[in-house]
């Protein structure tokens, strides 16, 4: 083992504060990344560990995301700190020496009977000028709002979808092993192994296996499935404080919600200003 990895193991030994964050509606307005948000993340990486908890893809985040969190950060060994679980817990994008490693859970696929269908319904006349069939995902289906036009609109009709999506799950007998989540954006069809708490798992073991101890974790999150962040934290036993930056009213958890004034891109940047970290 060379001086310089041991000295990387050394630094990875101590306890340290850890990120972890949702992507739409977290580093995102409710469509758009804010390079606001990522020019604080590249600066948490410096000194923390980040994770990115999310349904959308590897191929959109390397697209959206990535290349400007990659030029921001003042070293790209500070890239080491981020892990990237995409897909919720399907997909894994680590780096390392700055370039990207991406590793995906092959088991976990939807039939094809259902990835026909959805694809078929999105191009009905009630749902083809609102939403589309997002090719980059491997592991599951999802059907996202342009990034431009009336979001109300928009999101009427993802409700719609998603009700149809359902009953479609149920009629081909397939509810056992899928489940259909309306999100901000987009309507998933996933299986029942993935989610926001999956995520968060794989996310925490791959810190435990790098010997990175979290003090603490913050968590951010901005729907009702976010929560599945908070819930698997509190049953990984890590002290945490879950940051709820949406808009929506939450039923009572077993676990303290902080709530921002502002929303979304901008409920993140107020609250991590304001820890006024090193």
Request: proline letters at 3%.
């Amino acid at each position: 083992m060379s001086n310089k990895e041991v000295r990387f193991k050394e630094k990875k030994a101590q306890r340290e504060n850890c990120f972890f964050f949702d992507v739409d509606g977290v580093l995102t307005d409710k469509r758009k990344v804010n390079p606001e948000v990522l020019a604080e993340i590249a600066r948490l990486l410096e000194n923390s560990p980040v994770g990115f908890i999310t349904g959308r893809s590897v191929v959109w985040l390397s697209e959206k995301v990535l290349p400007q969190l990659e030029n921001l950060v003042p070293q790209p060994n500070f890239l080491n700190n981020l892990v990237v679980v995409a897909e919720k817990g399907a997909v894994l994008l680590e780096y390392q020496d700055g370039k990207r490693r991406i590793t995906t859970d092959r088991r976990v696929k939807i039939p094809r009977i259902i990835t026909q269908k959805a694809r078929e319904i999105v191009q009905w006349k009630e749902f083809s000028p609102y939403l589309f069939f997002d090719e980059t995902k491997q592991t599951m289906v999802s059907i996202e709002m342009y990034e431009d036009g009336d979001f109300e609109e928009q999101k009427q009709a993802l409700g719609k979808l998603t009700s149809l999506l359902q009953k479609m799950v149920v009629d081909q007998k397939l509810d056992n092993r899928l489940e259909v989540l309306e999100s901000t954006i987009a309507a998933d069809i996933q299986s029942k192994t993935v989610g926001k708490g999956p995520a968060t798992k794989r996310a925490w073991r791959l810190l435990k296996k790098r010997g990175i101890v979290c003090r603490e974790v913050f968590a951010f999150g901005d729907s009702k499935e976010d929560l599945e962040i908070g819930e698997e934290l509190a049953q990984i036993g890590v002290p945490f404080n879950f940051v709820f930056v949406g808009s929506k009213r939450l039923e009572k958890v077993g676990f303290t919600v902080t709530r921002t004034v502002e929303l979304h891109d901008r409920g993140v940047l107020g609250f991590i200003r304001g820890l006024h970290l090193k």
